[in-house]
Antibody, heavy 115, light 112 residues
Framework: QVQLQQSAAELARPGASVKMSCKASGYTFTSYTMHWVKQRPGQGLEWIGY????????EYNQKFKDKTTLTADKSSSTAYMQLSSLTSEDSAVYYC????????WGQGTLVTVSA | DIVMTQAAFSNPVTLGTSASISCRSS???????????LYWYLQKPGQSPQLLIY???NLASGVPDRFSSSGSGTDFTLRISRVEAEDVGVYYC?????????FGSGTKLEIK
């Protein structure tokens, strides 16, 4: 079955960067685009962008374009998202999601930005 | 960007009865190909979102047929017949007619 296993929670200082991972299994990694979604505590869902693991092509929500870098490693079926210049506004759970119409979601990675 | 609007809470419902959740988009989600690019997701407490409905009215795999969805190009309704305790959570509508995939703010299903 399709599984997306995300990396553990991160605690980061303001101004720092974090890189989280999403390891895919149970399907051909290059068959679907991998999307990332942000959820701040008690808030709704925001689409960040996606990467095509086959080509490396990316598309970003303009709101996150300067904040986020999406990459993918086909050899390990793993997608990555790096967040830079962290502020308290970046404290959130970040989900990876894939499959047609976001049928499959990871368990989320909690990022806490605090001095 | 297309804005998706939802009420924060549903009307309170009794277990075993029906519930309706509404969603409105700022632009018609009906594409010229005849597909309406509207989706419904449920986020149960402490869990990741899960897909319920795709392209406005199609039930995702494994979703009970107690769930159904309909609408026009801009106004949509998710119906849950015979509400069960496991249906509690926040329901999000979403669209991907355009490049930017946008979600509504979510509607929490209220049980009496």
């Amino acid at each position: 079955q399709v599984q997306l296993q995300q990396s553990a929670a991160e605690l980061a200082r303001p101004g720092a960067s974090v890189k989280m991972s999403c390891k895919a299994s149970g399907y051909t990694f290059t068959s679907y685009t991998m999307h990332w979604v942000k959820q701040r505590p008690g808030q709704g869902l925001e689409w960040i962008g996606y990467i095509n693991p086959s080509s490396g092509y990316t598309e970003y929500n303009q709101k996150f374009k300067d904040k986020t870098t999406l990459t993918a490693d086909k050899s390990s079926s793993t997608a990555y998202m790096q967040l830079s210049s962290l502020t308290s506004e970046d404290s959130a759970v970040y989900y990876c999601a894939t499959g047609t119409w976001f049928a499959y979601w990871g368990q989320g990675t909690l990022v806490t930005v605090s001095a | 960007d297309i804005v998706m609007t939802q009420a924060a809470f549903s009307n309170p419902v009794t277990l075993g009865t029906s519930a309706s959740i509404s969603c409105r988009s700022s632009k018609s989600l009906l594409h010229s190909n005849g597909i309406t690019y509207l989706y419904w997701y449920l986020q149960k407490p402490g869990q990741s979102p899960q897909l319920l409905i795709y392209q406005m009215s199609n039930l995702a795999s494994g979703v009970p047929d107690r769930f159904s969805s309909s609408g026009s190009g801009t106004d949509f309704t998710l119906r849950i017949s015979r509400v069960e305790a496991e249906d509690v959570g926040v329901y999000y509508c979403a669209q991907n007619l355009e490049l930017i995939f946008t979600f509504g703010s979510g509607t929490k299903l209220e049980i009496k």
